[in-house]
């Protein structure tokens, strides 16, 4: 499965902007999907997961209330809105699908159990 990220850009801090992930060679039903986010070469940061079910996403407390995960599996495709943007949220956001092992409610939140990633598409907010 190849994964591409798009919809990063420069924004202002309250802005909103969705990111957008699109699978190919290969269906995203049998997929957990997450998002993370990584800084200047540091580790890559939880930002959220989504399971096979859609149930229950899991967000990082940084995120809570501000972004939301949905999946698209007809599109093959999973995206991140994100509302109230703030210079703390700058970073290179990257798609990650993880083999639900059978499970329809996994929904990992470290990137270890992640088999595929995209490349990343950076966010930038600033005034």
């Known amino acids: 499965v190849e994964l591409v990220e798009s919809g990063g850009g420069s924004v202002q801090p309250g802005d909103s902007l969705t990111l957008s992930c699109t699978a190919s060679?290969?269906?995203?039903?049998?997929?957990?999907m997450g998002w993370f986010r990584q800084v200047d070469g540091n580790a890559r940061e939880f930002v959220a997961s989504?399971?096979?079910?859609?149930?229950?996403?899991r967000y990082a407390d940084s995120v809570k209330g501000r972004f939301t995960i949905s999946r698209d599996d007809a599109k093959s495709s999973v995206s991140l809105h994100m509302r109230a943007l703030s210079p703390e949220d700058t970073a290179l956001y990257f798609c990650?699908?993880?083999?639900?092992?059978?499970?329809?409610?996994?929904?990992?939140?470290?990137?270890?159990?992640?088999?595929?990633w995209g490349q990343g598409t950076q966010v930038t907010v600033s005034a």
């Open positions: 060679g290969g269906s995203l039903q049998r997929y957990a």
């Open positions: 990650a699908a993880a083999d639900s092992v059978g499970s329809r409610l996994y929904t990992p939140i470290s990137p270890n159990p992640y088999d595929y």
């Open positions: 989504i399971p096979r079910s859609a149930d229950s996403p």
